[in-house]
């Protein structure tokens, strides 16, 4: 069976209800599963975790974002991560059986059907474009959704897709195929931004991979990575992140995976632990899904 995933990330973190509403828009479609649901009242956002057969995660991707433009103003929005749509960004993640050019299809498919049907302007980013400055998406992201009428009037901010103006409600969503990427959050025991910056500054300097500096409810800090799969293994990028952090004698008070890993990640760090190259690993979610 083809598994395709998605995380797309609502502008929405504090309506339990409506986020509810979001995820029993899936109970429509068959072989499509919601791995996780984690919604954060800090920065008024929530990342779902998708995977699928990949015509039901298209077209559940398509209903989550007309639902959401229909449901959640920006107008409204305040929060502490930056976004610029009401369905901010849709990342599409090959897991199983599933090419890179055929997520890119689909990715094409989704954004034109969103840009067509809701008039909503798509940006393309990651692997789903040539452009460098939009490749990554904290270039989309900058200004936010308030300063991106202003910023569509650049000739270089022009979308992929749909009208060259936001939605007046919506905004604009980023859409694109990119690696699996492990996401992990670690929460140090401080207070001070200049002491948890330098921290990540040394990160940026270390180890490869995106690192973001978030103050939780607490006021206390927590340093959050991604990273692709293609570029650092499970193991090395704990420890070697968990090194950095005890040497400028920090505290660490817990680690996080925010979003679920796939087991082929689990069985190649078990391989690392152990020294030895597993080959042929199956593992029950693989052989669960093949057999439906």
């Given at each position: 069976m083809k598994l395709l995933g998605a995380v797309p990330n609502i502008s929405e973190g504090r309506n339990k209800e409506l986020i509810d509403e979001?995820?029993?828009?899936?109970?429509?479609?068959d072989n499509i599963w919601i791995l996780s649901t984690n919604m954060d009242?800090?920065?008024?956002?929530?990342?779902?975790?998708?995977?699928?057969?990949?015509?039901?995660?298209?077209?559940?991707?398509?209903?989550l974002t007309e639902f959401c433009s229909n449901n959640i103003d920006l107008n409204k929005?305040?929060?502490?991560?930056?976004?610029?749509?009401?369905v901010d960004?849709?990342?599409?993640?090959?897991?199983?059986?599933?090419?890179?050019?055929?997520?890119?299809?689909?990715?094409?498919?989704?954004?034109?059907?969103?840009s067509n049907d809701l008039n909503i302007p798509i940006y393309s980013y990651e692997k789903s474009t040539n452009k460098n400055?939009?490749?990554?998406?904290?270039?989309?992201?900058?200004?936010?959704?308030e300063s991106l009428k202003e910023k569509m009037k650049d000739e270089n901010w022009k979308p992929d897709y749909g009208p060259d103006k936001p939605h007046p409600k919506s905004g604009a969503t980023i859409v694109g195929v990119r690696d699996f990427?492990?996401?992990?959050?670690?929460?140090?025991?401080?207070?001070?931004?200049?002491?948890?910056?330098?921290?990540?500054?040394?990160?940026?300097?270390?180890?490869?991979?995106?690192?973001?500096?978030?103050?939780k409810s607490d006021k206390k800090y927590v340093i959050s990575v991604n990273a692709s799969v293609?570029?650092?293994?499970?193991?090395?990028?704990?420890?070697?992140?968990?090194?950095?952090?005890?040497?400028?004698?920090?505290?660490?008070?817990?680690?996080?995976?925010?979003?679920?890993?796939?087991s082929s990640i689990l069985v190649n760090a078990f391989g690392q632990i152990t020294g030895s190259k597993i080959e042929n690993a199956k593992t029950i979610e693989e052989m669960i899904i093949k057999s439906l």
């Open positions: 979001i995820v029993k828009l899936a109970e429509k479609y009242e800090y920065y008024n956002r929530t990342m779902l975790s998708i995977a699928g057969k990949p015509i039901c995660v298209e077209n559940f991707l398509f209903d929005h305040k929060g502490e991560h930056p976004r610029i749509g009401a960004v849709i990342p599409l993640i090959p897991i199983m059986d599933v090419s890179e050019k055929e997520a890119s299809e689909i990715a094409d498919r989704l954004s034109k059907r969103i400055i939009r490749k990554h998406i904290s270039y989309i992201r900058k200004g936010g959704f990427l492990i996401n992990l959050d670690f929460y140090i025991n401080s207070k001070n931004r200049w002491f948890a910056e330098q921290i990540r500054r040394e990160l940026i300097m270390e180890i490869p991979g995106s690192f973001f500096l978030d103050k293609n570029d650092v293994n499970l193991i090395d990028l704990y420890f070697n992140i968990r090194k950095i952090i005890e040497h400028f004698e920090c505290e660490l008070e817990k680690i996080e995976i925010p979003t679920p890993l796939t």
